[in-house]
Each structure stands twice: as structure tokens, then as C-alpha cells.
């Protein structure tokens, strides 16, 4: 028989990387947790985690059983909300969002729906790296991201394919063009987006072109690049999607990378992509939409 708490410090250890985080996060001492963990691997049997003065990583096994002990959680948790009567018709849905699909997007989606919700919602934000990682430990039920690259371990729906483009300031002497050489920007001050999916692709791009220009800022924050673009600080390359007042989104000729956005779910997941709630579904149209939008021209819908 497997105690609950075993499970809580179980799977505190997988989502907070290491067991002195997981002790803190379970609000008891680190040997307390170590010891059930030890107790969990006799009942069980196996081996659940490798231990290094690194970090703690699932042994096969470990990774098998995280998907039991993630179901048996959301069932006892369901089972208390039915017989409290907290959270009646309002599952747990944890989504996952690529951050750079722009803030903007999600939040008009979000107001569109709330509070007219059938789902109680858990928003975690994070790169394709990160997304992956949370739906391989079932820590999402599924997440909107980069798909169509090959991957075969979660079921995928592509939404919208795009392309990328320059972001410049709405004063700049190039801004009137509706694509612009690389050539051109060689004496720009530019920033980089240091979470872009197309970095090393956009990076190799102006380097092969001799363009080695001034950079004003690194940032992972894709809001604050746009408020420092439409202030003049430099110039950047984005996916088309994003727009901001001040900033114009010309072409950049020559560049034809292009990412995919889609659902990305485990199997488990996969009742969500056929019966989506109300919040999905808007955000599925919304990204649909950016290929009818007139501002982001390179973008379609994917097959």
C-alpha cells in the first residue's frame, strides 16, 4: 500500500529538481524526505531516482511510475473537490505556452472566456526546452509550442505556420520598405531575443553577410525588446506575429525561416485536442486568425 505523502515527496522531488528544495516545498526536513523517498523505492521495489551533488534525474522506472503517481493525485484531488464540493465542474487544466507567442495574444483570450470557464486553469510559460521537459513529467496536459520538427513523443496539431521579420522603430529611415537587405543594416544597433527559436539560423544569416552590428540589449523578455524598439534603442528580428504600437514589421529579404505553432499533448492529453474548452478553442482561432491579418503577412495556416 503506498501513502499519499510518499507520492507528495515523490513528486516534489521531480518538479523541484533536487531534495532540499522538495523538503522545503513539502515544509519538512531534508533526511524526513529522504527517508520516505527510501521507503517509496522499497515499496515499490526500483530504483526511482540517480543521485549526484549535481541534481536528481528518474531512472526508467522513475519515469514510469511519475505517470501513475501524477494520475493518482489528480484523482485524489478530484475526489476532494467532489466531496467538499470545491471546484464542482472545475477540473484542473494546466497549459503550457510557449513564451514567445506574444503575451497579448493569451491575455485577449483569456478575457474572452473568464469567467465563463468550465476548466480551472494553470498557465506555466516557458521555451520549446522547457514545455517538453513539463509534458514528458506530466506536469502540463498539454502546451502550445514549436511542432512539426520531428519530435514523435507527444501527439502534435499544428495551428499556424509563420515567418520572421525585422521589428524596427516607426521613425526609422528604412521603415517605409516592405523588405529590407541585410546589407543595409550594417551600421544598426541591434538586440537579441537570446530565447528565439531561429537565434543560431538568424545569427549565421547576417555573419555569413558580413553583418556584425552593435548590440543595445539581450533580453528574454520579448515585451520589453518591442518597448525598445518602438523607443529607438536598435532594431531585432521576430516572428511576424508580434506587433506594437511605434514598431513597423517589414520582411527581411533573404531570410525564410519559418516556425510552426500547434498543440503539442501526451496521450493522456489527448481527449483535450478533440473536446476543447472554451479557452483552447479560442486561442486555437486567435492563432489561426494571425494568418488572415494583414500585419502579419508571411503567415498561413498550417496543414
Known sequence: MLDRYLLRYFLAVVDQGNFSRAAAHCNVSQPTLSVGISKLERTLQAQLFVRSSQRVELTSAGARFLLHARRIEREFNGAMQAMTGEGMDQPNLRLGILSSVPTEIIAECVARTHPAQSHRFELLFGTERELTGHLARGRIDLAVTLVG??????????????????????????????????????????????????????????????????????????????????????????????????????????????????????????GLLSAMPSLLQVIDASLAGLARDDLGRSAWPAG
Do not use: K
Request: charged share 25%; glycine share 10%.
Open 149 to 270: 520538427r520531428g519530435a514523435d513523443r507527444f501527439l502534435e496539431r499544428p495551428i499556424v505556420t509563420e515567418g520572421y521579420g525585422l521589428a524596427l522603430p516607426a521613425g526609422h529611415r528604412l521603415a517605409g520598405e516592405s523588405a529590407i537587405a541585410p546589407e543595409l543594416l550594417a551600421q544598426e544597433v541591434m538586440m537579441v531575443r537570446r530565447h528565439c527559436e531561429a537565434l543560431s539560423e538568424t545569427s549565421r544569416f547576417f555573419t555569413e553577410r558580413g553583418v556584425r552590428p552593435h548590440f543595445a540589449l539581450r533580453s528574454t523578455n520579448d515585451e520589453r525588446v518591442l518597448r525598445m524598439v518602438a523607443a529607438g534603442l536598435g532594431v531585432t528580428v521576430m516572428p511576424m506575429c508580434f506587433q506594437a504600437p511605434g514598431v513597423v514589421r517589414p520582411r527581411l529579404a533573404g531570410f525564410s525561416v519559418e516556425r510552426t505553432l500547434g498543440w503539442a499533448a501526451t496521450v493522456e492529453g489527448e
